[in-house]
């Protein structure tokens, strides 16, 4: 299987521009970034891809051992810049993804040159004095409701984590996203995701890397972003004014000044 089939990866920009790799979220596409990426192709190399089981990816390439962690994920996010042959990549990770590119430049350095997290977080759930926004107990009730009623379950989630109430065509749309992955698929990266914990990873990057940090962010609170910007030894903190988990869809203009002002200033 060719690795742009596997991954439908999408390239666009300038041919030898610094290449800059837009990485989704949890039930989500590579669309996700369509008010995002393409600010940045009349300056970089901009490369778009699907996680495996999601979006245009090739489904047969889904391997529940593969994908049993995020460091899967983050083999396939290497396995794409080795075949594009790409260096110096800013790679930019929306919520689940921010991870997935840490694990990925924890392990193979001298491919990145930034990393732009978009509402990341290494662990969601509470722990001594390490708030993640979830009690042990939320966590197991929402795999127990994914479990038995995905459906209902994307419904009643969409709207909670785009936290846009006024417009609801965007709780829509992610609603619509979740509805569209397979629904095996969608669980198991629904407890990879939110069973994880990489906290111990952190203080091991070498990347510099931004942090976005959203208002009102139920899956990734402020007080997670202010936690990276802690263990991340070259870590800027950026709170935005964006509510929700979704500034990609719900702010982009403010996503595309926030990422240009700080590659600008390096």
């Known amino acids: 299987m060719k690795i742009d089939q596997k991954h439908a990866l ?8 610094q290449p800059m790799m837009f990485s989704h979220g949890y039930g989500c596409d590579q669309n996700m970034w369509r008010l995002v990426a393409p600010a940045f192709s009349g300056t970089h190399r901009v490369v778009l891809f699907d ?6 990816s090739d489904l047969r390439s889904y391997d ?13 996010v290497l396995a794409i810049i080795h075949e594009l042959g790409l260096s110096e990549v800013i790679f930019v990770g929306h919520s689940v993804s921010a991870m997935i590119g840490i694990l990925a430049a924890i392990r193979e350095p001298e491919h990145f040159a930034h990393l732009i997290l978009v509402g990341p977080s290494p662990s969601y759930i509470d722990e001594g004095d390490y708030v993640g926004g979830f009690q042990r107990a939320d966590i197991a009730e ?3 409701s994914l479990d038995s009623n995905y459906l209902g379950w994307s419904s009643v989630i969409a709207p909670i984590i785009m936290a846009n109430p006024h ?22 990266f629904a407890h990879v995701t939110f069973l994880s914990d990489n906290r111990a990873d952190l203080p091991k990057l070498r990347t510099p890397a931004l942090i976005l940090q959203c208002t009102d962010d139920v899956i990734a609170p402020r007080s997670v972003g202010e936690y990276m910007h802690e263990y991340l030894p070259e870590s800027t903190l950026v709170v935005m004014n964006a509510t929700g988990h979704c500034p990609n869809l719900s702010a982009p203009d403010e996503t595309v000044a926030a990422i240009r002002h700080y590659l600008d200033s390096r």
């Open 167 to 188: 417009r609801p065509e965007l709780s829509l749309e992610l609603i619509n996203s979740f509805c569209a992955t397979d629904p095996d698929i969608a669980k198991r």
């Open 10 to 17: 999408h390239i666009d920009g300038l041919p030898h521009g």
């Open 142 to 144: 929402m795999m127990d």
């Open 51 to 56: 996680h495996v089981g999601v979006g245009r």
């Open 64 to 76: 529940p051992v593969r994908y049993s962690n995020l460091e899967g994920y983050a083999s396939d």
